[in-house]
């Protein structure tokens, strides 16, 4: 009693300015619009995790198979099926396409659809969460490894648990590979830089850093605290990077964070559908939790409610810092956007939570 | 599926508190007790009301009376206290006088010299002109007054500033004073006076207690009175906190300035005769330096320099700190400067700390208001499509016709008259009435305020309704309004006062005539109400309007959201929707059950808004939002949630899952009939109420911008809506 009294007094005087967590606000080259729910369709088909376009074909990582699909429009055909969800794609020099399968590895794949598996252990680990590529001149390839305990769908598991358990992976198709970094907080995306450098994205610690590619020296920060979960990385043309922001931070998921009781409870007996969480889509259930910003009035979701899954495609400088975005708001569909690839003049987004692929100016 | 609950023999019943799940350990028991009591909102509640806005100050009175008492000896003992309060009550005059000018936004320096003068006034008119005491002390008033009007006339009509005019008046009076000194003092010096009331004034004890202090109690009271309750109180605080609004509220400004200088100089006067008649000291230094020790006072009592603010009380108290400060250095014979300097630094903090408190007070009120506790509920039950349950969701809102899209905001209730019109609340205030073979004419049918909740026809076809925020009206056919009633009985338990109504929700009415309604919450405004949800405490009644006598009287207090109200069809009984318990309760009006309190209907996969007849002898039920089971997992855990509404803003708090709900059909025995779904929630998002009329549905919703109708099927063509049946029902039988 004495105590809550205490407490209280010492509210009334000073109120608490509690640090808390500080979400930068969606300004300057974030300012929202909705060039991306307004970009030209296309393809539309279930789940694209990441888009390829070689000569006049489209390939497509969807659920756990490749599909091609004709540049020009038209309907998949599915090249190669896989033994777990596909993810990131790249094309090597020598023409093979490289595919990243969760659970379990990287896998080369002819444009016929023959499929090998290239890398599925490094360090003395398996390599479970491949997330993204970067292909040197040399031949070899850097591929992030998102954690080591999670994949796939689990990726929720990964952020709830708050784990550092990824890793930059740098391996010549057939060989063996070396960790450049590890420790990193779910590496979700890699590019490399005009120096020849590696950035990548860290999603936990919502930043991007850059690597030395000799395995020596920490990541150094390239941009911090961005108000979203950075996903993979492009090199845009005319300098600078592509960034797929799958998802966006919210004050509501940061705090839920810091209470470990909940976050065990809710882990332990809710689904991860319902979960307080970033999604890559609104199931629109009322099974879903929402948030007092979320309310329909008069029929409407007013765009700016904290968004539980949300549309973002961001053009970062050389230094990293965002000249422009498109975006998918609150009560759009294009959401959980995870790649953004651009192929000459082309820039291809695949939008996994709104099932379809899309094309945006590069302006 | 029903479980019975005795009512205890309390005027207003309580119902069951909260869900209890067969299996309850011990340990949750003692869990739910610990978070019963909600220390937090008695201290945000006591907090909130007025008179703990001088707590510091009060903090330090008592502290300086106990230091005191501890540390001089000779403090604490009768005589001496006697003989300060003698001395107080001098002090303390000037004081309420100083007050009450700051509280009209001025500021009064002129104290000490008309305290001084009134003083050497009264002597000499006692002493040397013969005049009866009785009518010197009048004069001397009078003459107190004057002073007090030479200011307030030059402040108010001749727009001087209040700190250069006093200042002024300041040097003039005590010139007047020192003129008086040099004439006249070494004449009053051989006087002696005489005279039983100028004794009376002097010595005079009512009970042991000083005459003195004794009026200073009733000019305080008085005083209180007049500042607190009066017009004039009122208008003097409100020129204080804004003169320019004061004056285009119709406030005669230079009036009220010119009264408020002019009690501050009576008061002075009222004390200068007290220190007349104490020390018979003529001396022109009387009063000299007061203003500073009177202006201290005041401010620490924490009565602030721009003015709108204060009380008597304030000014009360920083007299008596300061006072009592004075005496206890005198008893512990202290005249070290460091003492003193030591002092000075506690008033500081004092006037620091209660400038921190005034300013936060509102804000920490805001924050510690809302005070979760736990509730527990059962399994949810899984309505998925394909879940087979009796919840399962379907499509069968989705082709439901709209209604006045777009020209009525929030109709929460919506009810059919006789002829088929359709009437609703909007959040704008207003009953709309709809007409026409697809209800295309829209007309506004009554304009009441607040917002129009439950709706209800009474036997001679008014419309009685609900109003959040004002209370129980009702609206005649020709759309006149009229106020039922707007109070209850207080729940004397509660610091809050709860006798308005401040969410009047759902109503039906009795076979007898009498109106049941619900009050949502009795701690959260309209636009607040979800935050009642977030807390989850038992705050809303049900209540009981009596047309016959126009009283309301409270018949079940500490009811969880109670919304829905609903007369069963034998009109024995009423269903009651408890939004947040996920609940129906059923309380017995009639029969041999009368009295009692049931569980009806528990453990629904979302929050119940209101409760309608059908026409086959069953209920409708809306669900205005689901139960989604992170929310459920945080109405598990209030640690959990009073975190979150501390650390993030309300747009981001997790709510109660609003954007989907349903309508859902119960029969008489408490099992689910059937159920009605808009899963993509785009039409009919948030679901609060439906009424069947003709073999339709109506559906409204607080938050949307339409009336949804849908047609039902295998429905016979009977009105249930309008009216009362079970009116007629039980009027039959």
Known sequence: MAFEALQLVKEFLFPGRHSGTAIPPLDGGLTPNDALENADDVVELPEPDDVLLVGDSLYISSRNAVLRVPAAGGSPVTVAEFDGETGALTRLPDGQILVAVAGVGVASMTEEGRTRVVLSEAGGLPVHCPTDFAVLDDGSVLVTDGSSKHFGQKWVYDLMERNSLGRLLRFEPGGTATVLADGLAYASGVALTEDGSAAVSQAWSHRISTISLTGQGEPTPLKSNLPGYPGRLEPAAGGGFWLAMFALRTQLVEFTLTQRDYVREMMRTIEPDYWIRPALRSLNSGLEPLQGGQIRKLGVIKPWAPPRSYGLVVRLDADGHPSSSLHSRGGGTRHGVTSVRQFGDRVLVAVRGGDCVVEVNDR | MTESVTPRRVTSRRPPERNVPADETLGMKLRHLRRRIALQQVFAELFAKRWMEPAIPLALLVGVVVFFSIAAPGFATEQNLLSSSAELAELALVCLGMAVVLISGGIDLSVGSMFGLCNMVVLLLVTLSGLPVIAAIGLGLLIGALLGAINGSIVAYLKARPFLTTLVTLIIFRGVLNLLDLNFSAQTATAFVLDPIWEWFSTGKVAGIPFSFITLVVVLLIGHIVLSRSRLGWHITAVGASRRAARHAGIRVE???????????????????????????????????????????????????????????????????????????????????????????????????????????????????????????????????????????????????????????????????????????????????FSGENFENAEIFARIGGHPLGLAFDADDNLVVCVAGMGLYAVTPDGEVRKLTDESNRTWTRLRDDSRLRLADDLDIAPDGKIYFSEGTTRFEMADWILDGVEGRPNGRLLCYDPETGKTRTVIRDLVFPNGVCCSHDGKSFLIAQTWLCRILRYWIDGPNKGRIEVFMENFPGYLDNINRASDGTYWVALNGMRSPAYDLAMRMPVFRRRMMKRIPRDEWLYPSMNHGCVVKVSESGEVLETLWDPGGTAHATITSMREHDGYLYIGGLENNRVGRIKLDNSPAESVGAGAPSVAGTAAS
């Open chain 2, 255 to 433: 009036r009220v300035l010119l009264l408020s200088y002019v009690f501050s100089g009576l008061l002075c006067a009222l004390a200068g005769i007290f220190y007349a008649a104490r020390l018979s000291s003529a001396s022109a230094r009387v009063g000299e330096g007061m203003e500073l020790t009177v202006l201290t006072a005041v401010i620490l009592g924490g009565i602030s320099l721009s003015g709108g603010k204060g009380t008597v009380w304030r000014a009360f108290i920083g007299a008596a700190t300061i006072s009592l400060l004075g005496k206890g250095l005198l008893l512990m014979n202290v005249g070290g400067e460091v003492f003193q300097t030591v002092l000075a630094g506690v008033l500081i903090l004092a006037v620091g700390l209660d400038l921190k408190w005034g300013k936060n007070r509102g804000k920490a009120i805001q924050k510690t208001y809302v005070n979760p506790t736990i509730v527990q509920y059962g399994d949810l039950p899984d309505c998925r499509p394909g879940s087979g349950s009796a919840f399962e969701m379907n499509d069968r809102l989705v082709g439901a016709e709209s209604i006045g899209v777009g020209k009525v905001e929030g109709p929460e209730d919506v009810i059919l008259d006789k002829q088929g019109r359709l009437y609703c609340g909007t959040r704008q205030g207003w009953i709309m009435r």
